[in-house]
């Protein structure tokens, strides 16, 4: 990500739904553009990736309010196109999770200083388990532990079920896609950079 401005829209998440809200925030930008992780601010990167065509398409932009502080959470449940999507602190950590998740063949996967910390695989289209549902639940509450006191994700968002709704651009006010950050409101993408 090459950022010409240090000032960029955000998905602001509100606790407890899935409807987000469209911010501005000021990032720290390394000397050619990218996005330097400030753990005093509550805003990592967020990644969407195409995995069903081989398209290469790749939506980046900001996340507010998750609360993660180290490493990253990848997943390959993400309403509807069901795409990865991932949010981290660095590249190296979000590249990680994403061929992780890959090798797990889909599911949901949190990672922290180049580790695997936890995972669920989904091996049925990488949205559906073959697994009892009562081992799905305690595999899930493991994995939310981990999100909460490992990663230090904001204790009033749930670590999963927030992200796979980051991508579903039908419902307000801004989400990101494959083909970028989608503003509900103008019905347009729009981009990561603020316009001045």
């Not at 995995?51 to 309403?79: D, M, N, P, Q, W």
């Not at 580790?115 to 595999?139: C, H, Q, R, Y």
């Not at 801004?174 to 083909?179: A, E, F, G, P």
């Amino acid at each position: 990500m090459n950022l010409k401005s240090n000032k960029v829209n955000v998905i602001g998440i509100l606790p407890g739904g899935v409807v987000t809200k469209k911010s501005t925030a000021e990032i720290n930008l390394t000397s050619d553009g990218d996005f330097v992780f400030d753990p005093s601010k509550d805003i990592c990167k967020v990644a969407v990736i195409e995995r069903h065509h081989e398209t290469g398409k790749i939506g980046l932009g900001f996340l507010g309010g998750y609360g993660i502080k180290a490493g990253a959470v990848a997943i390959s449940v993400a309403h509807d196109s069901h795409n990865i999507i991932v949010a981290g602190t660095h590249n190296e950590e979000i590249a990680f999770a994403v061929e992780k998740l890959i090798e797990m063949e889909g599911g949901m996967i949190l990672v922290k200083a180049g580790n695997v910390i936890s995972s669920l695989p989904l091996p049925i289209a990488g949205i559906m388990s073959d697994k009892s549902g009562e081992f799905i639940a305690e595999e899930l509450d493991k994995l939310h532990e981990k999100a909460h006191s490992e990663l230090g994700i904001s204790k009033d968002v749930e670590p999963v079920m927030t992200l796979t709704f980051m991508s579903l651009s039908v419902i307000p006010e801004i989400k990101l896609t494959d083909r970028g950050l989608f503003d509900y409101e103008s019905f347009n993408f729009i981009d990561v950079e603020v316009s001045q």
